[in-house]
């Protein structure tokens, strides 16, 4: 089983990024999936998360209407775009995903860095 992360980087202030994460070795499509991040010195935090259906989204308050958490069932991918950037955002975003009623995260992705800077 394997979450392989992609599309993060370095960009300006009002910027976008969309970050990727590949399942291999589990149905994503089966899975409760969620974005975290960790910034430097600070613990790590829950950005984003949708259930199997789509049916129940969260979005934490310091993202809500410019972070979007979406999956592609057919290519086994889930994504997270980021609209409206601000240097705040700049962590280590990592993607993870859990079966159904389970109370933590059973996979995590490797995390790719985002750096919000002019």
């Known amino acids: 089983v394997q979450l392989v992360e992609s599309g993060g980087g370095l960009v300006q202030p009002g910027g976008s990024l969309r970050l990727s994460c590949k399942a291999s070795?589990?149905?994503?499509?089966?899975?409760?999936i969620g974005w975290f991040r960790q910034a430097p010195g600070k613990e790590r935090e829950g950005v984003s998360c949708?259930?199997?259906?789509?049916?129940?989204?969260y979005y934490a308050d310091s993202v809500k209407g410019r972070f979007t958490i979406s999956r592609d069932n057919a290519m086994n991918t889930m994504y997270l775009q980021m609209d409206s950037l601000k240097r705040e955002d700049t962590a280590v975003y990592y993607c993870a995903a859990k079966r159904r009623g389970r109370p933590e995260y059973d996979y995590w992705g490797q995390g790719t860095q985002v750096t919000v800077s002019s």
């Open positions: 949708s259930t199997v259906s789509g049916a129940f989204i």
């Open positions: 070795g589990l149905p994503l499509d089966s899975y409760t």
